[in-house]
């Protein structure tokens, strides 16, 4: 069975410092991996995914996550927070009968 | 890139009514799922909506209070029966296209409040 787990809740950040939000997960086998970001009162929106390719992945917005085999994790960066990063993000493994396990979610606080 | 369309986008229900939550896909898909975000929580899984049979669910949701239906390959609808305040939640499907596929779909939700 897969299951995945963000070490964090809650980030904290100031603006234009970097960005790390964690994630681990278990899987039986190779897993695709994906990073959603979700704005208050707004529906998801992804950010990037992993499926067997590069392991280091860029999304949109200037986000980037690497996939670390041997350390089960899939952790998203971006170098410079921007306030309008602050959301709550869900790191996701994906089976291939089509199902999507998330994580609890990390809220991203930015202050200026 | 998929296209899902979910009706209706928000809704305030009276406790003890039933409401009907459709997913239209704007190509024929193999799974539709259907999910629930409870208020500052994460999603749940809570059934495999099934092209011409029951749906298959999740531990923890029952037909009786969740009856899918599935009659073609691009439709699907999730019917929360008998709300109380605690079905207030955003309820999203979710679509792979084609068997082996590496990504699901998301529509844009349901945000349902009960009063």
């Known amino acids: 069975a897969q299951s995945v787990t963000q070490l964090d809740s809650h980030v904290s950040v100031s603006e234009g410092t970097p960005v790390l939000l964690r994630c681990n997960y278990s899987?039986?086998?190779?897993?695709?991996l994906f990073w959603y970001v979700q704005h208050p009162n707004k529906g998801l929106q992804l950010l990037l995914k992993?499926?067997?390719?590069?392991?280091l992945v860029k999304g949109i917005n200037g986000f980037e996550a690497e996939f670390k085999k041997s350390e089960t994790s899939f952790h998203l960066t971006k170098p410079s927070a921007h306030m309008s990063d602050a959301a709550e993000y869900f790191c996701v493994v994906y089976t291939n009968a089509g199902k999507s396990t998330f994580g609890d979610g990390t809220t991203l606080t930015v202050k200026p | 890139s998929a296209v899902i369309s979910q009706k209706p986008s928000r809704d305030i229900c009276q406790r003890g009514t039933s409401l009907t939550i459709q997913c239209q896909v704007d190509s024929q898909v193999t799974m539709m799922f259907w999910y629930r975000q409870q208020p500052g929580q994460s999603l749940t899984l809570i059934a495999t909506?099934?092209?011409?049979?029951?749906?298959?669910?999740e531990s923890g949701f029952v037909i009786d209070k969740f009856p899918i239906s599935r009659p073609n390959l691009t439709f699907s609808t999730l019917t929360v029966s008998n709300m109380s305040p605690e079905d207030s939640s955003i309820y999203l499907c979710?679509?792979?296209?084609?068997?082996?596929?590496?990504?699901?779909?998301f529509g844009q939700g349901t945000r349902l409040t009960v009063v």
């Open positions: 992993y499926t067997s390719a590069a392991t």
């Open positions: 979710s679509v792979q296209y084609r068997v082996g596929d590496t990504e699901a779909f």
């Open positions: 899987s039986s086998y190779s897993p695709s």
């Open positions: 909506a099934n092209q011409g049979s029951e749906a298959t669910y």
